[in-house]
């Protein structure tokens, strides 16, 4: 069973979870002709990038498959460390997020554990003058 799937409650196409999609998938509709009315059935595909995005939890660039409308919700959260990390799980929708979102969280522990021990040993004792 891939990696997060039990996460997810409702269909998601698989290409949209091997990338950052932001909820957008394939819709269908008519095209309806000018002159006669006519219908013809056709579809609207997201708008898919191939884009590096820099983290700054991990120091270096991620490669994703990404929607611009999923860049533009990155960019307004401050960059893809906060993207991934306050998305709800369900929202996400990918599993190559839920993996990153992972790995970024695992940074940011030893990150702030690597600062709380060096912190503990700069600090003088009580009793010492």
């Given amino acids: 069973m891939p990696l997060g799937l039990e996460l997810v409650g409702r269909a998601v196409m698989r290409r949209a ?3 950052l999609f932001a909820g957008k998938e394939v819709k269908f509709g008519n095209k309806v002709s000018e002159d006669g009315g006519n219908k013809t059935r056709r579809m609207w595909k997201p708008n898919v990038q191939y884009k590096r ?3 700054f939890a991990l120091d270096k660039f991620i490669q994703f498959r990404v929607t611009t409308y999923a860049l533009r919700c990155i960019d307004k959260v401050g960059g893809i460390d906060e993207y991934l990390l306050h998305t709800p799980e369900k929202k996400l929708d990918s599993d190559v997020g839920l993996v990153w979102k992972g790995r970024i969280q695992e940074a940011l522990r030893a990150q702030s554990a690597n600062a709380g021990s060096a912190a503990a040993g ?4 009580a009793g010492s003058s």
């Avoid at 700069?122 to 004792?125: G, H, L, S």
């Fill in 53 to 55: 995005l820099y983290s």
């Fill in 17 to 19: 979870r091997r990338g």
């Fill in 122 to 125: 700069t600090v003088p004792a």
